[in-house]
């Protein structure tokens, strides 16, 4: 290393090369190729009867697959962007998280032109179809039921009965018993805040990502939420969105 | 398959080629994590649990994942299973092997499989019964307005095949077929429980019930293991697809009998063009029943079309339709192509499955014009037309036929085939038997008809039917086949025992290793050229080699070899080991071995092979977003069933005939790899 680093005067370490100034020669100033050609590139065989058949039939499933309900669309923002990812936070960001977030002004607004564009699913539509429950893991089912399953029932319960209750507390204690007791109720969310997390993140995702098509559960348009009294929205207010996850 | 990032990155893309991203997106971060709860996963892709959930359901649905379930913590764990995504490439593939054997009902079956992963046969008769519904009110309004047009045009209509009376039978019909070949088989829930999870299970079982909780010493070991194994045997074999006594006596045999007779005819004429008649032999499946598609058997069925191509490039066409009937007899009794070490017994296998000259010859397809493709001398010797003068004459055929006893009396000594190798039947009985049309079948003739003659013995040992002469004649040339196949230097087919005219074996682990060798051998001469090639082949067979030896016995200079070995060792094909003469370690005094290691060679090629899919999926995602105008176009719901020639300009319409080409091209190049890989790992 020591000896190596000191240049020679003679020149750059090449033989035969001086200093001097030569007429003859020209510079590359070219940017190298980013493609250069292919020094054994060979045209492949045509495809036989056969092979083409196959390509056939591949094609046709993947478009009758694409047709189904099962697909979801992709939601990749920037085509052009690197393939490769460093890590799983870089993958994930190539993806959109929040459509409502992500929504384009310009063409996001549907067009009449549009209205014979297929569908675009968020995610796969699974009430149109038979399933073999007894295939799947049991916290599977709901989703298989669509989301006119258990969940949406207990809310739909849930709801009517805090209604009542609070109809009822209307009657015989004043306004500000009732303060009182959101105010309690709000200081109290914290100790079973694992416990509803699951559950309330599941309502809130319903809402927003269903699109208010026939599986979602009521979503702005559920008329008993008003009479929620706020509560379910005390962790929303404070999560906002689900990229607080660490 | 390995686990490498490229086989990952494959999987996740064909994923999303085909379900879409959500599901996709989970697919990827199992593979890449392992097995995981749906709390973990939402934390490692950011999607919502309730996202995650129908996700899954999907990917259930599509037999791409495990799940299970743990009593203890009372959670579910999903795993990813890669070999099924892989397969999704070669879906092509299989709709193709069912449409070529069954005709299109089968194809639109399978793919119907492919499409809702797994489905009741209940669900599959239902589906078809309101499809050929949807037909008939097509056609019917089809004929309407062709009445309307004028009157008298009720031929066009007539053309189509009628709607089949009981779409129910046929179905069934349908199905059992499909499920004796075993290219579909029947699920049951245990099936989503992953290949360690049953393995874990069933030893915990075996353990609890067998030795009461522990072991102790080698020997108990060994025995526990042994017992394990037999366990998952049977376990495996109970999920079998069995078929029920009845079916079997109606149409199982396929070589006598009624049925049979039909039922050969049915496949080699109906087959091709797909509406045949299906008689309705009252077979009913449980509706109930789930079915799926058999990967592992649809991987027997290409290996067999793989086999039989390359005994086609070989040897000729003819011999490898011999060849592919043959491989279709002991196809099943194949049920997968690599035994599971864990599953199957590999102490004492039996000889494999084999077939018989007369069994062949009874199955043999018609159409297969035996008598052709292959020449009757040894061609050095004699010029075409002279052959054709000696082949007329009997002398010729006599001394012919002379040879060829002598050959069928003796085992498997193959350097006396009477027939001409591959090289001149090519070039010399072809030609001949293209231009003369019958020419050669009539030439046959009477030269086996002398040879009956000749030989008594032979005649009693088979059964004579009406048109025995033309059987018997038809037995002889099919044996010529084989011999000719056996005769090979890939070793085709081994004869190993003489019931019923000859009895014969594939011995497939040879076959495949032949394939590895001659693929590798190409891409070595691709990549190094003809000395690196040179070099690696020497390496293979002569094991480890010193480095002042290589360049005399491969006769090139020691700095040419030096340089191309270097070059071959940056790229991970070679490698070098020395082993040092003294405690010095000193470079005058250390021998430098070079070697090839053929296993590590392939799974790098493999790995690259799983690089090249991926680069192709990718291109054709962005070659599709280049013009993703006129494709939405076809994509319109209204315009979907349409011709694109109706509702397009001159640009778009050669816009869209040029992805679709590229399309072909990349997909075809795809299954091109597809084949690579298969040869690599799954034959």
Known sequence: MAGRGRGRPGGGGLKGVTWEYDPSIKLESKPIELFPPHPNLKRPAPFTDKEKREIGHYKRLQSQVHRGPLYTQPTKRDATAPAKTFGEDQFNRQYSTNPKADFDPFTGVETYSQRLQ????????????PFNKELFPKELWPALEGEAGKDVRKHLVRANEKKAAMMAGMKDKKPNDKHARVLEKLF??????????????????????????????????????????????????????????? | MSQSKHAVELCALLVDETYGELTSRIFTILLRRGRLTIPLLSKHTRLSPHKIRHGLAVLVQENLVYHCFDEDTNTTHYEANPEAAYMLVRSGKIVEIARSRYGDLAAEIVGNLFLSGHSTVKELVSWYVARLAEAEAKRKREERLANGLNGQSKAPALVQAPAHPFPTGQMHGMLTELLESGLIQPLSGDMFLSPTDTYDKIAKETLKEEYGGNIKGTKQKEELK??????????????????????RALNGNHANGVNGASKRRRLSNGAVNGDHYFEDDGTKLDPNMLVR????????????????????????????????????????????????????????????????????????????????????????????????????????????????????????????????????????????????????FD?????????RRAKVTFQDQLPKPEAAENRENRMLQVKNHLLLLAGDDCDFLRKCGSRGLGEWTV?????????????????????????????????????????????????????????????????GVVDIQEVPRDSGRTTGRTIFLWYFDVERVSTILLDSIYKNMSRCFQRLDIERRRVQDVLALTERTDLLDEQPEKYMDQEQLNTLHEIEDKEESLLGHIGRLDELVAIFRDY
């Not at chain 2, 030439?443 to 040879?451: G, H, M, Q, V, Y």
């Not at chain 2, 040179?534 to 293979?540: E, F």
């Open chain 2, 293 to 440: 598609v058999n990967y592992e058997k649809c991987t027997v069925v290409l290996r067999n079309s793989r086999l039989a191509a390359l005994a086609s490039s070989r040897i000729g066409s003819t011999t490898a339709q011999v060849y592919e009937a043959g491989l279709r007899l002991i196809e099943k009794s194949i049920p997968r192509c690599r035994l599971d070490l864990r599953i199957d017994d590999i102490k004492d296998l039996p000889d494999g499955s084999t077939f018989t000259t007369m069994e062949l010859t009874a199955t043999l397809s018609k159409s297969v014009k035996t008598g052709t493709g292959i020449g009757t001398v040894s061609s050095d010797k004699i010029d075409t037309r002279k052959l054709e003068k000696a082949r007329k004459s009997r002398k010729r055929s006599d001394e012919a036929e002379a040879e060829g006893e002598a050959s069928e009396d003796e085992d498997v000594s193959m350097e006396d085939i009477p027939i001409a190798n591959g090289n001149g039947n090519i070039s010399e009985a072809d030609p001949d038997s293209d231009s003369h049309g019958d020419d050669p």
């Open chain 2, 507 to 571: 011995d497939f682990e040879g076959m495949t290793q032949y394939l590895q060798e001659v693929e590798m051998d190409t891409m070595l001469l691709e990549n190094f050229g003809k000395v690196g090639h040179r070099l690696a082949r020497m390496m293979r067979k002569l094991g480890k080699l010193d480095e002042k030896q290589l360049p005399n016995l491969a006769l090139v200079k020691q700095k040419d070899a030096r340089t191309k070995l270097a070059e071959m060792q940056m790229a």
């Open chain 2, 226 to 247: 042994e017992k394990i194994r037999e366990r998952l045997y049977a376990l495996r074999s109970e999920r079998e697809w069995k078929s029920k006594g009845k079916k």
């Open chain 1, 118 to 129: 297929p569908k675009v699913n968020e995610i796969p539509k699974l009430s149109g179809r």
């Open chain 1, 188 to 246: 109290s969310v914290p100790a079973d805040e694992d416990a509803e997390e699951a559950d309330e993140e599941q309502e809130q995702d319903a809402e927003v990502d269903s699109n208010f098509d026939d599986e979602s559960m009521g979503g702005d348009y559920d008329a008993e939420q008003y009479f929620d009294n706020g509560e379910d929205n005390s962790e929303g207010e404070g999560g906002g969105g689900d990229d607080n996850y660490d």
């Open chain 2, 443 to 451: 030439d046959e003739d009477t030269r086996t008809k002398s040879s």
